[in-house]
Structures are given as structure tokens and as C-alpha cells.
């Protein structure tokens, strides 16, 4: 299909919302991470609101024992969210309704849509025109869908932006672009969410200030206070010995002052303060001879949630409220994540990520006691594997980051079953640009946990590299297809699962198809 239609996604949604509506009782079935959490979310609301019989199911990914239990479903309809896409040919188009932005089974490598997929109830941005990977995530769609349901489901906006930002759509324009524009003025109109120009580092609302820029990788700041601190020529003993000293001394410097014994967040600045440190930081990374492309990731949008997303309890946040730890940038579990959409897809990954979705979903909809303290605890969790994972692979040997002359296109690592398959896309997401060079794609293979004898993979891309031709949600599906598993997603980011024994022949092969994508 040629060009951007709006209105004939709008319409698919449409369809699609009276054939839920028409419907007794409805299965949502999601996907695990931040995206499929909001989306089920916002599904299951809407389904509540409507007054129709409904469950919810999370799922890894759709394989042929999913398809047989969408299709031996009971209830009148199944709504996948999230998923379902990349094997909408083998669903029963009278069963299920699909809201998903991933490639579609009849889009991968034909470069437009089947006549079969224009289903009305197949709620997709690539059918239409759309970048599935930027203008709009799994929980955009099912929005759409939940618009088109009822206008007052509006205040479901700010959730399906917390799934865009929790598929990074905001990374490459440092803003929410395409079709996420609307749904954010919708969050924006029901008093659910705020678009701020801001400093984009992690840890607005929750990490001490010194930590909120310590940690900060994209850009680097760290490095560039230490490099302009020795070219003033002041003396380390004067600074104090820490990385934390150093930024600390540099925010007093400014005049930012400490809470008692401890410093806040970066949100509990004034305007004011926040605006003379993004400054002071602009200023030191062209010091440093860092040109301005540092600068416009830095500074963009950002955006704030409000405390009664979606029925939350009123004044619960007085209840949990707390200002950020402040032991050398130690990190502590704090529920104001809630109020930034970068820190709350990172607690329902947390959720997702480690057997507990329906905690996220709990969230979603309001639970600020229960499922928010058990959430809190899953994201220690979370943070302490992803940490013991990459310290694995940066370490080396067995488990370290792979560069084969024969695999010139791409590298990759191993994880076994040292990295847990839930994680893995995170970690590749995390190493590429760091510990292994942006200028190929990164791949993860780890032993699956479901006690098969499967393989996952995940891989990981750029922008430039997507710019340049790569689509890894091809080379995934044909090079896992070629020995016997399956694969899909995005072009920037995509998964695969392939039989144990398999891996050699899946990366020869997926290094001969970005070999041919990139030299187009």
C-alpha cells in the first residue's frame, strides 16, 4: 500500500470496535513487555467500560500451540494486542480481532499487504502506510480501537503512550512522531499526561540528582564533566575522589541545593534550576568538543503522567511518596516511576519480564498498594539481572560478544542459559553502542526456558543502520524460517526462535541477508 492513509486505519479500528461491541465475552491475548502490558490494559478497560464478559492472557509469543488455543477458544472473539500480526494468515478472521504494529506475515519481504490481510478487524500501521517500529506502538493501535469504542476511553491515552515510549518510538526524533502525536494530544486533552522539553536521561522522578546525571549514556556526560574539570586546571582534591563528589560539587557549583542531607530528584527542581544545569551542560559538551549532536539527545520531549492514571485512588501518592535514595547513587525502588512514562515502562518490564504481567496490567488500571509494592520489588529484580547479564557478556570468553570474519555483517553473543530468554532483547539493546560498535546489528541467542529444545534470538539495529536498508524483522523470519523456527518483529528490533543446534546456520544466513540489505 502507497502513502500514510490515516483514515483507513481509523476505519480498521472502527470495524473493529463494533465486532467487539457485537460481542458477549472476549479473550485478550497480549505480550509480555511494556507495549503489550498497556495494550491489554487498555483493551481490558474498554471491554470493563462496555460491560462485556472478558479475560486476559499474556503470552511470550504466538507459535502453533497458541494458534490452536485462539482457535479453540471459547469466547465469542479474541483480541490479540501487541501481537498476532506476523501470523494473522493462519488465524481465523471470523475468531479474532488483531491490534498490533508489528510486520505482518503477508508484508515481510513483499513490500506491500495481501488482499487477505485487509480484514477489518486487522488493526495494523503497516497496512496502511505507517512505520510500525516509530509512529505508533501495539498500544496505539489498540487506542484506536478503544476510541472508536467509547470517546470517553480517551483518558486511555497516556497508557498507550507509556507503551510507545516502552518500544523507544521517542528515541530517534527525541519526541513521539507519526501517528503517536494524536494519541498524545488526546492524553494531553483528558488531563492524563504532560509533554515537557526537558533533559531525556532516565530517572526523573526517581533517581538523586548527582545519580540522575552519572548514569546518564546517551549522551555521556559523565566523561565530559571529568574532561572539562581538567582542562580548568582545579585540583581532584578539591572536587572530592568519587564520580559522585564530582557531580555533586558540579550541581553546587550552580547553586542547586541539597534537601537536608540529601540531594532530590531532578523533577523537584524549579524550571528555573532545571534550565541553567541543561544549560551548563550544553555548554560543557561543546567545551569538550562534542558538536551539538549530544545536544539534541539530550534535550526533547518528555512525558509526565498524572497520579490518577487510569482509576487510581485519590491522594495515593501521598501514601508512597519519598524522595530519591541518596547512598552514592544507590538505587532505590520508588513509586513516583508512576509519574514519568520512561520510568513506568521500565517497571512493567519488570513485571513482564519476570512472570508477572498481570502485575503490570494491575497498575495500569489503578492498583496503587498491592500490585505497586510487589512491582516495586520485581524491579530490584529486574535491574539486578540485566546487571549480572551484561557484566557476563562484557567479561568475555565463552559468553562474550562475537566477531567472526566469515559473519561480516553482524555480531553476536551467546548467553545460554546464563541470560534469561525474557531479557535477552534488553541486553543486545543495551550492549550495542556501548560494549559492542553501532555499526552492524547486535545478535542475542540464549537457551529458551520453556523446556524445549529452542533457541531465542533477539537483535538489535539503529537508526543509521535502518536508514542504510537493514530490516531485521526480515532477516529474522527468512533465516529462521530456513532451518525450521520462526521469527519477526520490527526492522530496528526483532526475535526469532529456532531449533538447539541451529545457531551457526541461522547467523551465516542472517549475515548473507543484511549483507544484501545494507550494500542496496
Request: net charge negative.
Amino acid at each position: 500500500m502507497n502513502g500514510r492513509n490515516v483514515a483507513g486505519f481509523e476505519a480498521a479500528a472502527a470495524a473493529a470496535a463494533a465486532a467487539l461491541l457485537r460481542a458477549r465475552s472476549v479473550t485478550v491475548v497480549a505480550h509480555i513487555d511494556a507495549d503489550g502490558i498497556t495494550a491489554a490494559s487498555i483493551a481490558s478497560a474498554a471491554l470493563s467500560r462496555a460491560g462485556i464478559e472478558h479475560g486476559v492472557r499474556f503470552v511470550k509469543k504466538i507459535d502453533d500451540a497458541e494458534i490452536q488455543l485462539v482457535a479453540e477458544d471459547p469466547a465469542d472473539l479474541v483480541w490479540l494486542v501487541d501481537l498476532g500480526s506476523g501470523s494473522f494468515s493462519r488465524l481465523d478472521p471470523a475468531k479474532v480481532v488483531v491490534s498490533d504494529h508489528h510486520r505482518t506475515d503477508a508484508t515481510v519481504g513483499h513490500g506491500q499487504a495481501d488482499l487477505f490481510s485487509f480484514g477489518a478487524e486487522h488493526v495494523n500501521p503497516q497496512l496502511f502506510g505507517m512505520d510500525g517500529s516509530l509512529e505508533i506502538s501495539g498500544a496505539g493501535a489498540t487506542y484506536a480501537v478503544a476510541k472508536a469504542m467509547s470517546f470517553d476511553n480517551r483518558d486511555l491515552a497516556a497508557l498507550a503512550l507509556v507503551g510507545a515510549v516502552g518500544d523507544f518510538q521517542d528515541n530517534a526524533a527525541g519526541r513521539l512522531v507519526g501517528y503517536n502525536r494524536n494519541i498524545l494530544q488526546d492524553a494531553i486533552d483528558s488531563g492524563r499526561a504532560r509533554a515537557i522539553v526537558d533533559l531525556r536521561l532516565f530517572g526523573r522522578e526517581t533517581r538523586p540528582l548527582p545519580a540522575f546525571i552519572m548514569y546518564s549514556t546517551d549522551p555521556a556526560l559523565l566523561p565530559v564533566l571529568r574532561a572539562t574539570l581538567q582542562a580548568s586546571f582545579r585540583r581532584a582534591d578539591e572536587i572530592g575522589g568519587s564520580d559522585w563528589e564530582l557531580v555533586s560539587s558540579f550541581l553546587s557549583e550552580l547553586g542547586i541545593e541539597r534537601y537536608g542531607e540529601g540531594w532530590g530528584s531532578w523533577a523537584s527542581l524549579r524550571p528555573d534550576e532545571r534550565r541553567c544545569v541543561a544549560s551548563e551542560l550544553c555548554e560543557r559538551l561543546l567545551d569538550a568538543g562534542r558538536g551539538t549532536a549530544p545536544i539534541r539527545r539530550l534535550i526533547g520531549e518528555v512525558y509526565a503522567l498524572d497520579p490518577r492514571l487510569v482509576n487510581a485512588p485519590d491522594d495515593w501518592l501521598k501514601d508512597r511518596d519519598s524522595l530519591p535514595g541518596d547512598d552514592e547513587g544507590e538505587w532505590r525502588p520508588n513509586a513516583r516511576a508512576l509519574l514519568d512514562a520512561k520510568e513506568m515502562a521500565t517497571l512493567l518490564n519488570a513485571c513482564g519480564r519476570h512472570g508477572r504481567p498481570e502485575t503490570g496490567m494491575a497498575i495500569c488500571l489503578g492498583d496503587r498498594y498491592e500490585a505497586l509494592t510487589e512491582a516495586l520489588r520485581l524491579q530490584v529484580d529486574h535491574r539486578a539481572a540485566l546487571r549480572e547479564a551484561i557484566s557476563l557478556v562484557q567479561c568475555g570468553g565463552e559468553f562474550g560478544i562475537i566477531e567472526r570474519d566469515d559473519m561480516p555483517c553482524l555480531r553476536y553473543f551467546h548467553g545460554g542459559d546464563r541470560i534469561e530468554d525474557t531479557i535477552v532483547g534488553i541486553v543486545a539493546g543495551m550492549l550495542l553502542g556501548d560494549a559492542a560498535p553501532a555499526d552492524r546489528p547486535l545478535f542475542g541467542l540464549v537457551s529458551a526456558t520453556d523446556g524445549t529444545a529452542t533457541i531465542k534470538v533477539s537483535a538489535r539495529g539503529t537508526r543509521a543502520l535502518v536508514e542504510r536498508g537493514l530490516d531485521l524483522s526480515a532477516v529474522m523470519r527468512q533465516a529462521a524460517e530456513a532451518v525450521r523456527g520462526s521469527g519477526g518483529g520490527h526492522n530496528i528490533a526483532a526475535g526469532a526462535s529456532i531449533p538447539q543446534g541451529t545457531e551457526d546456520d541461522f547467523l551465516c544466513l542472517a549475515d548473507e541477508i543484511v549483507r544484501g540489505q545494507l550494500s542496496r
